[in-house]
Each structure stands twice: as C-alpha cells, then as structure tokens.
C-alpha cells in the first residue's frame, strides 16, 4: 500500500473500505454491578460504582449490611462486602444519592435536585414509584453521576484515514480516530502519560483541565474490571523512569503515534435477576427484598474530552416479592482491540467510571 504524508493532517492517507452502523443501542452495550463480575470480551461493558453507592446507602439506611441473606446470593455477597471510600473516588459536586420513601413527593424532590446539577429542565428519574403493590416501607435510593472532562488541549482527529479495530471475532472494522503522531507528538508530551508499555499491551492516561484524567489501558489478555484498576494503581502510583525519547520515556515524546476511537454508547441494565433473596438488616424486624435494580449510562470519548452520565434507582420492600529531540524511540499507542477506558480523580483508589470496548458498537463508521 502506497503511503501518502499529507500537509494539512498528521495521518497518512488510507482507502476508505465498508463501514459499519454508526449508532448504538442500549441493548448492545452489558453493564456490571461489581468489578470482579465476568462478563463476554466481545460485547462493550460498562462498569460504574454508581450502583455501589446506592447499594451502601440502602444498607446503612436499613441498619447496616445484612447479618443473613436467604438463600444466598453471590452477587449480594460481593456489593455486601466491598470496600471503599466513595467521597475520594467519585467526582466532588458531580454526583449524589439519595434516599428516602418510595413516594412522588420524595422523586419530585430529587428529580429538582438532579436537574439543578445537570443543567436539564427535568429530573432523569421515574416520575412516581413503578409498583402499584408497594408495601408501607418501600425503600427508595436514587443516585446520578454526571461529569465531563476536557483535555489541557485537544487532540486531532484523523480526516483521511480510519483505523481498523479488531473485535472479538478478530474482524477489522474501520472506524473514526483521533490522536496524534509524528513530530506533533512532542507538544502532548505534558498532557498525555505513559503508564505502562510492552510488546503486547499498553496504558497511558490523558490528564483534564482539572485534576482527573481519562486512562485507556489495552491488556494482553481477558481480565476484569477490578484486576485491570488494581494494575492501573499501581502503575499511577509507580511511575515509568526512562529518559527522554527512550522506550520508557513516562511522556508522549515526538515519533509516537497515538490513535483513540471515537466512543459514543449507552447502556441499559436491569440487575434485578441476580439480586433474588431475602435481607435480613440488623436495624429492621423485618427482612427485605429488592424490587428494582436498574441502571442507565450515557458515555462519550472525542478528541476534546470525555463525558459520563449515569442513574441508578434502587428500591427494597419488606418482605416484598421481586418482579422480573534526541533520537527518538518511536512507539505505537493504537487502541484498535478490545480495551479498557477510565475516568480516574487524581490520588483515587479506584475510577468512578469504567468500559471494556469488546466490540465497535459504540464507535463511529468511517464512511
């Protein structure tokens, strides 16, 4: 294939071959209530602890973790059990929860509440309760996560060439980028870090103009979403030290080629089916039940920033029935197989978003 440099964009000129859908239905991306769940490397996931903020303040609203769950349930014992600190992982004055009874007293007032942080004329959750059947002392938690990040400066976005991500079936796709190479990568040296580089996998992280970042990590092989943040921990905290345009050089350097997909996705999840059983509280007299378990997320990656919007409406009844310069070492950053992408605060144990890309679902054709 004859490589063309054209003056006007950093990226060589490539034939455009077929494209793909470019919308993507709510249907078509997986969600995780847990980030030690298994889930299919060739679909798009989505993880938030969003859900795990409600589900802490339901328990501590109805007395503390329950002593016993009847019959046990695997998924309860992993949301009962996990630990964290919510106020230094989620995004200061860009998320809340809310909790109260199941009224439409209660959803007005935190409908009010959420259009106020989300800049909407309206509130993003139901209306009233769902349930016609709700027994007296319905429990309802509410919860919105709603944040953007702009890069220091933006990256550019490729006009003459797709990239071709391969998918689980190991089919190119091609699809719309954004990134930089060449000489252009030198100046993105102070915004864009490298954490993690080898022959098979990479990570690096793109800092905001506040202190969070976005970080795309490319493993070598099936992982989770709690195994991938507890090696991204740790590479933040354990800094690449290599000299200036070697291969482990910690900053974009000149000579690298980064290249993104464009993301735009959403995800419907109704995790309900696996929450079945009865919750015994050591603070009620009574065990409870979950009712509804659902959650909804918007994401978006362009060459400017990131943004995530995510709801969750959590509702227990008591015994209640669930319904259903030098030289430089070139290096390539090509995110074009399944990856990870995060939404990380600065000095956090964990990220207050996350997406597996198993697929191209959620990325733009290039036609």
């Known amino acids: ?15 455009a071959v077929a ?32 859900f795990q903020a409600a589900w802490d303040r339901m328990n501590s609203d109805l007395g503390g973790v329950p002593v ?5 349930n695997a998924l309860m014992a992993r949301l009962d059990a ?9 995004p200061e ?3 809340k929860v809310w909790s109260g009874a199941a009224t439409p007293d209660f959803v007005a007032m935190a409908n009010g509440e959420a259009a106020r942080m989300t800049g909407d004329a309206q509130g993003p959750f139901s209306a009233a309760p769902e349930h016609p059947d709700a027994r007296p002392g319905r429990r309802l938690v509410l919860a919105l996560l709603d944040r953007e990040l702009k890069f220091l400066k933006p990256l550019h976005r490729s006009t003459s060439m797709p990239l071709a991500f391969r998918g689980g079936e190991e089919r190119e796709q091609p699809v719309k980028f954004f990134g930089v190479r060449g000489n252009l990568s030198g100046g993105f040296g102070g ?11 990479h990570a690096l992280e793109i800092r905001s103009d506040e202190k969070e970042s976005l970080v795309l990590y490319l493993p070598k092989e099936r992982e989770s979403f709690g195994a991938a943040c507890t090696k991204l921990q740790g590479w933040r905290k354990e800094r690449l030290k290599g000299e ?18 464009y993301l735009d996705l959403e995800a419907r999840a109704d995790f309900l089916p696996a929450l079945d059983g009865l919750r015994f509280h050591p603070g009620t007299s009574v065990p409870y039940t979950i009712v509804k378990a659902e ?8 060459e400017k920033g990131a943004k995530v919007r995510a709801k969750v409406e959590l509702s227990a009844d008591p015994f209640g029935e669930a319904p259903p310069p030098p030289p430089m070492t070139p290096r390539d950053f090509h995110f074009d197989r399944p990856f990870f992408v995060f939404m990380w605060r600065e000095g956090a144990e964990l990220p207050y978003f996350g997406t597996w890309i198993g697929d191209a679902s959620g990325m733009e054709a290039w036609e």
């Open 93 to 95: 004055g860009k998320w």
């Open 191 to 201: 915004m864009v870090k490298i954490l993690s580089r080898d022959a098979d996998s």
């Open 244 to 261: 200036h345009g070697s291969a482990t050089d910690p900053s974009l350097h000149d000579k690298d080629d980064l290249r993104i997909p």
């Open 82 to 90: 996990f630990k964290w600190q919510a106020g230094s992982v989620m």
């Open 1 to 15: 294939m004859k490589i063309l440099r054209k003056r006007s964009s950093p990226w060589v000129k490539w034939a």
């Open 68 to 72: 016993k769950v009847e019959p046990p």
């Open 295 to 302: 959650q909804r997320t918007k994401f978006k990656i362009t």
């Open 19 to 50: 494209g793909l859908s470019t919308g993507v239905h709510a249907a078509d991306v997986l969600s995780v209530a847990h980030p030690d769940e298994d889930f299919a490397t060739d679909r798009t996931v989505v993880w938030t602890p969003l």
